[in-house]
């Protein structure tokens, strides 16, 4: 697959089959994930691959409470608004991205397989979201669509116990990223052009070109 394709076309894809990943996919998605960069080559990082149901139906209930505490915290405001004026563009699209997120709680066991991270003393992510992207990028070059979630952190501590996480170690949970085969198409994702959201040299200086439409395909 073309890099460009993957880059452009590796969404979220949360609507996903319950067919198994082969262990030969899963494998050159963790292999891929190995090799991005890591600070100083520490490689201070531990992936697990969860595919077993039972754990899978002790996580999908924590996970759906995490959502509904993120939909009444975080985003209440922004979703009150939304609900508000569903006929506004904007708005619109933060409905349609709920909807698809509030899909992958209520199928959370579902998917065929997960991908959770976890990384030692640097709580930004700059040490493990480039593998963790790698994946998702692989994964797409295997036909398969993947989604991050980060919002097990509202009960982490459950989280870690149900898998076995050792407590005292330093370990601390990064994402989970579902993976599955999507039901949906794979197309380029809208964003805001990139002028929108990037400068140069200072904050708030003009870029200097403006890019209106995906340069690719």
């Given at each position: ?30 292999d ?35 959502l ?32 698809s ?19 030692q ?6 040490s ?35 898998l ?53 395909p």
């Open positions: 697959m073309d890099v460009y394709e993957a880059l452009y076309t590796t969404r979220a894809m949360r609507r996903c089959t319950p067919d198994p990943i082969p262990i030969d996919a899963q494998q050159r998605i963790l891929a994930a190995i090799r991005a960069p890591s600070g100083g080559n520490t490689q201070n990082w531990r992936f697990m691959l969860v595919d077993d149901a039972g754990v899978k139906a002790q996580l999908g209930p924590i996970y759906r409470s995490c509904e505490q993120l939909w009444d915290t975080i985003y209440k405001d922004r979703l009150e608004a939304a609900q508000a004026d569903p006929g506004d563009p904007e708005m619109a699209q933060l409905l349609r991205i709920q909807r997120a509030q899909h992958l709680a209520d199928h959370f066991e579902e998917y065929p397989l997960l991908l959770i991270s976890f990384v003393f640097d709580p930004s992510g700059g493990i979201f480039p593998a963790t992207w790698s994946a998702m990028l692989a994964a797409r070059a295997e036909g398969i669509g993947s989604s991050l979630t980060s919002v097990f952190m509202f009960q982490i501590d459950k989280v870690l116990e149900i076995g996480v050792p407590k005292d170690s330093g370990w601390l949970f990064s994402s989970c990223v579902t993976f599955g085969y999507p039901t949906g198409r794979w197309a380029v994702a809208p964003r805001r052009p990139v002028g929108e959201v990037s400068y140069r040299n200072r904050w708030g200086d003009p870029l200097g070109f403006e890019v209106r439409e995906p340069l690719w």
